[in-house]
């Protein structure tokens, strides 16, 4: 029998329950906060304690309004006038007008609001009273005249860090729908939320992390990362998959695939129904990938070229030699894309540039102009700060990457968790995707320091000669093989403008293609799945917006396009190659040892 869900506003059968589990939930929650703060306090002389400088940030917004104060008075004004207009429209509502009109609603892909709950006359008072606050406090942000543009974007970013974390869906008297569950549960849900609590806090390294899926659900190579092959190489830095394959023939030009390495492989093979992988194989191509090694303190001096020297340059070496093929072609996914760029860069200048038949870009930048939100953390004072925690660990944290993505979409990737976990104290739901955004790694000192300083401070690798790897000075303009260039609409990471721009710096024939949804679902996106649209354009004028202006959009997944443009640059089919046919033996089964390195 359904269980009859609970009205906010109706007073519960037995509130002496709900208030036992409070106090229980009380109990306990003050006892690991005196934990936690006596832990913090013996860790202090440890702690940077703004690590993104946003006290500088908010002097200098506090600096502003203090000298034109009629500016804030007049904000201030309009605030409460539409305080009073929304006041007003809340007491007609009560008094049974339904004809009311909002004073401000949610955007439309908001998902904070949607629950009918927030339909009730104080909730939706509520609501618009924060929306109209987060609009008054963010617009006053906006409005202030900044020389610096990355300055301003700061203001702008941690202003939307506060305004979500104020959220009244984040607090549970402020949220009707937790109001509900704790009625329903006679308050269980907030006694099994701190439990939650103290599964994810650490206190040996008071680290919180919040649990966003049912990690033992999964397993490496049972029900993800699954797609049959084998490793026929490891170094220090990598090891080689070379996948079985699926089909009798195969086309004769092998595809290896560089993924990031700030994150792990097998986003391109998650599961069977998504794996790019999976479906590369079942199309007939020779796939093999590289794996990353999760790096350790022993790795710390392995910089930019080190990645290329010990990573691209071999696997494709090793490409070769396992297939007995001079040329192959390559795709590069995020910042394994870069790499590739400058490892193509690096063919060009010593002439051995026919080893790669054509080339594909996915979400990657090889232009940092305008390489979007991440911007924001990268500066001279945050970098400063960046060099000496890595200097004293050796790498960079994978948990600090992932956190600094999570925070570019906060009301998704942090607070709709924390709603769900601590105060409905519902587990959160085995999600493929999830468990592979959990599986952090860690970023060598050397490499991360150059990258950022590199591509994101100095843009370095789009000017001929600017970038020095092992003794070969890059320049993107002699890359003159097929590329296939692809970017993702919503992607925040690289935004799809800023990837458009390797149009103007790759001198060979080009194809751009902008696929539907963001950085990772504009990739992953099979077919099958009939979902989301891509834009495809033969122009390449300089103006991206000028080119989607001139884009006709096709249904689904742009897989099948590449496809089409892979195949006509693969050669004719041959008797399909299996992992140890060639020179290179077989030393363990995919998915590989580096891939299952994990560190809290």
Known sequence: MTKKKSDPNQIPENPEDIMENIT???????????????EQNDRTSNITTDPMHIGETL?????????????????????????????????????????????ITPPVNDKRFKGKEWENQIFDFIRQSYLLTCQSFTGAVDDIPAEDRHEKDKMNFFAKQFTDAMSPTNFALTNPEVIRETIDSQGQNLVKGFENILRDYNPENGIFTVKMTDEQEFELGRNIAMTAGKVIFRNELFELIHYTPTTKKQFKRPLLIIPPWINKFYILDLRQENSLVKWLTDNGHSVFIVSWRNPDKSMAALDFGDYMRLGTLTAIDMVRKATGEATINIAGYCIGGT?????????????????????????????????????????????????????????LDGKSMSNTFNMLRSNDLIWSFVINNYLKGKDPFPFDLLYWNGDNTRLTRACHSQYLHEMYLHNNLVKPGKIILNDTPLDLTKIDIPTYIQAARSDHICPWKSVYKATRHFSGPKRFMLAGSGHIAGVVNPPAAHKYNHWLNDDLPADPVEWLQGATSKDGSWWDDWHDWLKAKSGPKVAARHPGDGPLDIIEDAPGRYIRVRYG
């Open 24 to 38: 229980e939930m009380t109990a306990g929650f003050h006892k690991m906060a005196h934990d936690f703060l006596q």
């Open 59 to 103: 002097l200098e917004l506090s600096r502003y309004y203090s000298s034109h104060p009629e500016q804030l008075v007049e904000k201030q004004m309009a605030l409460w006038q539409n305080y009073m207009s929304l006041w007003q429209n809340t007491t007609r509502k009560m008094m049974g007008d339904n004809s009311v009109k909002p004073v």
């Open 339 to 395: 790499l590739l760029a400058a490892t193509l860069a690096h063919l060009a200048a010593k002439k051995t540039l026919d080893q790669i038949g054509c080339a594909t870009f996915l979400v990657t930048q090889v232009d940092f102009s305008e390489a979007g939100e991440l911007t924001i953390f990268v500066d001279d004072k945050q970098m400063a700060d960046l060099e000496q925690t890595m200097e004293e660990k050796g790498f």
